[in-house]
């Protein structure tokens, strides 16, 4: 699958790549746990079995090794998931064989040209393609819209994560059934 974002304001286009987890953590600091120990970017799942860590680069950006956009993914099963949560959206066939995004990020200066959607249909392919039927999360309120235009679901109330702030859990179907969704939803 080839992805391109969706402008060409880049003099080389970004690159998509596997990368180890502890090239995710910068970025994680900056936009995920910013004032926070940089402690607080190591997750007790990134080195299990079945783990996925995807950066997308580009050239002279702002980080030292040129990430912009990052995301993780692990095999997880859709559980223990906050009170009022609709798991009842989630299907239940897949809920034992789920993939949990986590850790997704674009540097605030990057925001806005596909760079994110590129790092998610990645996770979302490998989730597919190591046989789970769905990708779940929890997801800043903010970044809601943002996973609506990928084709993902809302399946709870608002909650708070102390010290991050308010989330909500979404989902969505990996392989080309999500896909249809994000451009037909």
């Known amino acids: 699958m080839v992805l391109a974002p969706s402008t060409s304001e880049f003099v080389m286009p970004p690159r998509v790549a596997f990368v180890s987890a502890e090239a995710t953590r910068p970025l994680r600091h900056l936009v995920l746990r910013a004032g926070q120990s940089f402690e607080t970017t190591r997750y007790a799942e990134d080195h299990e079995p079945g783990v996925a860590h995807v950066a997308v680069f580009v050239d002279e950006g702002p980080m030292p090794d040129g990430i912009v956009t990052i995301a993780s993914g692990f095999p997880e099963p859709v559980r223990a998931l906050p009170e009022g949560t609709a798991l009842t959206a989630i ?13 997704m990020a674009t540097h605030p ?25 769905v990708l779940w999360f929890n997801a800043r309120t903010g970044a809601q819209a943002f996973y609506e235009r ?9 909650f708070d994560i102390e010290g991050i702030g308010p989330h909500v859990v979404m ?13 037909h939803g």
């Open 150 to 158: 990928l084709g993902c679901h809302v399946a709870s109330p608002v």
């Open 171 to 183: 989902w969505c179907e990996t392989g080309d059934a999500g896909r249809r969704d994000a451009t």
């Open 91 to 103: 299907p239940e066939v897949d809920r034992v064989s789920a993939y949990r995004l986590r850790g």
């Open 109 to 133: 200066d990057y925001r806005g040209h596909g760079l994110g959607r590129l790092a998610f249909e990645v996770i979302r392919q490998y989730a597919a393609d190591a046989g789970a039927g």
